[in-house]
């Protein structure tokens, strides 16, 4: 008796170690954060997704060079910008670029509120928090612009914001300032600059208790310069987190009068640094 109740429990632990394995590995074939670890990163036009790089849970940041083979026929994007809902699309067939460059894939139904972050992998929500417009006239962004065109040599007595938005990017409960500024309607779509001209994308936070500025990108022009073809236009849309960190990467769009691009910012340690950037353009 003895001798038959020791089998009977070594086939019952042996059954229970199988349905545990079992398991297991069923959930991980349900869960995609653990099947999918790459996170493809893209900027939706109205009618195509085009290829910025993406994010590699073991391997980090990845330019579009490096996991285009990843960027396939079918894949689903969401497609995120500065407003709380998010729609989604699927791509065709990825084709080059040729002339312009880059990695695109043609996507069946226009997209309305283009340009869009999009999003394609990993099937859980990336994360967000609300981010609110506030005034164009708002001395502290106005203040934060002046003094990154002054480190640039332009002094200006007024700043022209086109973007001015308030969303916490650390989750500290402190919001951060993410703002836009351009000397006139046409940057970004005129050939030469002109005297005084500037285009410009920064932020403004605080850091142990003061408040600091640090440019994302932007250009000053403190002469005219005819041969000059490079004048920008910047638009923030979308704050998103992309890496899994509980911290809001920032997808900064920029446009010129033969291009445009898209530039990732994120927090290395406590640092907001360029993480990834794509240009498609003559």
Known sequence: MI??????????????????????????????????????????????????????????????????????????FRLIGLKPRTSAATIGKPESGQE?????????????????????GWDEPALRRSIKPVSLHGHLAEDAAK?????KGLKTSTIRLTQNLEVDLDGD??????????SRDEMGSVVHSAKGD????????VANGKAETALLDGMAHTTAKESDATTHHYQIIACADIDGDGRLEIALYSSYYEGDGVDIYSFVGKKLKKVLSAGWGV
């Open 3 to 76: 001798k038959s109740a020791g089998i009977v429990w070594i086939w019952s632990a042996v059954a229970i170690t199988v349905w545990l394995v079992t398991a297991s590995a069923s959930r991980l074939t349900q869960n995609p954060a653990v099947k999918r670890k790459t996170e493809l990163i893209g900027v939706a036009q109205p009618h195509s997704i085009w290829f910025i790089g993406s994010y590699d849970r073991e391997k980090g940041w990845l330019t579009d060079d490096k996991s285009k083979r990843l960027f396939k026929r079918g894949t689903r």
């Open 100 to 120: 312009v460059g880059g990695y695109f894939g043609q996507i069946g139904k226009p997209v309305s509120g283009a340009p869009l972050l999009a999003l394609g």
């Open 147 to 151: 003094l990154q065109l002054s480190k």
């Open 173 to 182: 409960g402190a919001p951060e300032s993410l703002f836009c500024a351009h």
């Open 198 to 205: 500037y285009a410009l994308a920064g932020i403004r936070f």
